[in-house]
């Protein structure tokens, strides 16, 4: 069946090991990424939190070295090499770094680019990682800079997406496709089975790739991301693009998992490879009409808990680990 491009979309969800404060190793294996999902007919291309600088090596860093990470943007050199790799491949592009404004202050952002420029730029809302790091104030709702297309597209990075409200709302503010960029699982949490995986597996997985296999897609991993991350997509009526880093980021290791998500929570597709890949899938507009996350945004009854959901609250949340 053929589609416009006004009807479908098809979007890339890359996941590597990325070089932890090396913007320029990462930004290299962002170009040739970007590349391998042009020629698989991509039109968009994803990639994960901090893909550019790197993420958990950033707790160790002070606020004078997290900013001499940091860049403006778009002033700055990484947001400029990203429209650049956006402008070589006709393609656009996502990607993830630490950003500093003009008052010194750092935030966790991710931004869209195209061969014309920035189109997008969200900063995280519940930052982690460092106590330097300002949160975002603000979801961002744009249009995907493809010619001929009027998908409306949403960012929310990692633990923002835990927060169902986020999702919720960046749905209602218009998005059809909510970009998710993580750096996650595999880590110690108070759920069941939570923990981190050793870092040997990883060293040993092309002689033992059973073990690291277990361990990636147990309750330190996969099953506790299933848990939840269809259901966002179900509940909303929304895509979902979950993107992931595999291997070392720093000293912890990740899983992966690169996936996009459809409106009914199925998986249209997800890299399963135990190193770089990517996820590949055709988003269609017909399915957003079809799911039942549209009617269910249409039944709300808003006037019995608009003051529930408003309602001030104490947070409580135990954040002395800072990892999701």
């Known amino acids: ?26 930004l290299e294996f962002i170009r040739r990424l970007t590349q391998a999902a042009v020629a698989r007919g991509a039109q968009v291309v994803a990639f994960h939190e901090c893909s550019i600088t790197g993420y958990t090596f950033a707790s160790r860093l002070s606020k004078d070295e997290l900013l001499d990470v940091a860049e403006p943007i778009p002033a700055g050199p990484s947001t400029q090499a990203l429209i650049q790799i956006a402008r070589e491949h006709n393609i656009v592009v996502l990607a993830g770094l630490f950003e500093k404004d003009a008052g010194h202050r750092i935030y966790n952002t991710y931004i869209c680019v195209s061969s014309s420029g920035l189109h997008a730029k969200f900063r995280k809302l519940h930052s982690f990682i460092s106590a330097h790091l300002s949160p975002g104030i603000e979801y961002v709702v744009f ?3 493809i010619a001929g297309s009027s998908w409306k597209a949403g960012i929310l990075i990692c633990y923002d997406n835990n927060v169902v409200e986020n999702v919720r709302a960046t749905a209602l503010l218009g998005a059809e496709i909510i970009f998710m960029p993580h750096v996650t699982m595999c880590t110690p949490s108070s759920r069941p089975g939570a923990g981190f995986v050793d870092p040997k597996l990883w060293e040993r997985r092309h002689v033992d790739p059973t073990t690291l296999r277990a361990e990636f897609d147990g309750l330190k991993g996969r099953a506790w991301l299933m848990k939840w991350l269809p259901a966002r997509a179900y509940d909303s009526g929304v895509f979902v693009v979950f993107s992931n880093p595999i291997g070392m980021d720093d000293d912890q290791l990740k899983n992966g998992c690169a996936m996009v998500i459809d409106p009914f929570g199925d998986v249209l597709d997800e890299c399963r490879v135990l190193g770089e890949g990517m996820a590949l899938a055709v988003c269609t507009r017909e399915k957003l009409r079809l799911a039942g996350g549209c009617r269910y945004r249409e039944a709300r009854r808003v006037e019995l808990y608009r003051d529930v959901i408003g309602k001030e609250h104490r947070a409580e949340l135990n954040v002395s680990w800072l990892g999701k």
């Open 1 to 26: 069946m053929e589609f416009t491009t006004a009807d479908a979309v098809k979007i890339a969800s890359v996941q590597f090991e990325n070089a932890s404060g090396d913007k320029a190793v990462n």
């Open 143 to 145: 249009d995907l800079p």
